[in-house]
């Protein structure tokens, strides 16, 4: 099943749930943000398995982001925590740590991470429309 977000943060910092985020993040730090989505049907807490996966950008020829290799979920990758609110309203936080990647990214790579909650939805399917996707941007831009 796919998480529908009502609202979603990055680093406290509110996004837009209509289109796939797309953040930057340099490969020696980490990123984390927050998805509160609401589900009344669940009786149990739900879970997630979290996807990550190295992705090409959409181009005018692919609209789509595209995966390529296998996925490299690892607790030390990305670690994923779901949470009761009220209401049947959930709460997921993640944080995301590029440089447990191997090999090594590199810059203007990017990442879709996705979050499919009680193994309903195939991670085949999840790297279409990932929920989030990381740009590692390592350079610094002295001109501004």
């Known amino acids: 099943m796919r998480i529908v977000p009502l609202t979603m943060d990055i680093y ?6 209509k289109n796939v985020p797309v953040v930057d ?11 509160e989505f609401k589900m009344a049907s669940l009786t149990a ?13 959409p181009t005018s020829t692919e609209p789509r982001w595209s995966r390529t290799g296998s996925d490299l979920y690892a607790a030390a990758v990305l670690h994923v925590d779901i ?3 009220s209401n049947a309203r959930w709460g997921l936080f993640w944080r995301f740590d590029p440089s447990a990647i191997t090999p090594a990214v590199v810059h203007k790579q990017h990442y879709g991470l996705s979050f499919p909650l009680n193994a309903t939805e195939s991670s085949d399917t999840a790297h279409y429309r990932p929920d989030v996707v990381i740009r590692i941007f390592n350079d610094i831009d002295v001109t501004a």
Do not use: F, Q
């Open 25 to 35: 993040c340099n490969a020696a730090s980490t990123i984390e943000g927050n998805i």
């Open 45 to 57: 807490t739900p879970t997630c398995t979290a996807t990550v996966y190295r992705l090409v950008a």
């Open 12 to 17: 406290d910092t509110h996004v837009d749930c």
């Open 83 to 85: 949470l009761e609110h």
